[in-house]
């Protein structure tokens, strides 16, 4: 994504992209595709045999100045192309720059437990939520036990990481919109700003303020 943010959805889970990120969508993933703020996006299409490294689930991607580079000098190149040239050179640049490009925690995944996809889709549609395990098991008919376990087996993550997550990515959707800060915070269920501004700070690396300026 050049510009703007958009979001990708499949039965897995969710990744939101803003600007400056890229989304690694492996071969035969049914997938959709939701602009959150009007987006301009770069498309690299990699045949299906090509080993890449990459993982078999969907990824959000930092982009180097090297493979913003290179994705630029791509759209340049021909479909058919001289694979011992200049060209086949800056695509397999590409391949090992796209590698060793770090992993972004901008991801939700989606359990397929059915109590736990209800918890879930309950703390995306409302991320102030902030009943404890106990308590949505009460609501599901669980224990709290058995929802952290399967909620670590079907997402690897912990049930409070992966409602961070949710919360950060829902913050990103909001900012993009310009939301203030402040409102962000209330509405995801922080008891102060200063507490969401460190939790972002935490998974991101800045503040919510400037993680735009930074992403361009």
Not at 123 to 151: H, K, Y
Request: proline fraction near 5%.
């Amino acid at each position: 994504a050049e510009g703007g943010v958009m979001e990708i959805a499949t039965e897995e889970g969710i990744w939101v992209v803003p600007q400056g990120r890229a989304v690694w969508i492996p071969a035969a993933v049914t997938h959709s595709v939701y602009v959150i703020q009007a987006v301009t996006i770069h498309s690299l299409y990699i045949a299906p045999e090509v080993q890449t490294g990459l993982s078999e689930n969907c990824r959000v991607l930092a982009v180097s100045e090297l493979l913003r580079a290179l994705l630029a000098a791509a759209m340049a190149i021909p479909v058919e192309y001289v694979m011992d040239g200049r060209d086949g050179l800056i695509m397999r640049l590409i391949l090992h720059e796209l590698e060793s490009m770090p992993l972004l925690p901008l991801h939700a995944p989606m359990p397929r437990d059915a109590r736990l996809r209800a918890i879930c889709q309950s703390i995306i549609e409302t991320p102030s939520r902030t009943e404890t395990l106990d308590q949505w098991g009460a609501l599901v008919g669980a224990t709290a036990r058995t929802l952290a376990n399967l909620f670590r087996a079907e997402t690897g993550l912990s049930f409070g990481h992966w409602r961070r997550q949710a919360r950060l990515i829902e913050a990103i959707r909001r900012l993009a919109k310009g939301q203030a800060v402040g409102a962000i915070a209330g509405d995801l269920g922080y008891r102060s700003e200063s507490a969401f501004i460190a939790m972002f700070r935490r998974s991101l690396g800045t503040t919510p303020a400037h993680y735009f300026d930074i992403v361009r």
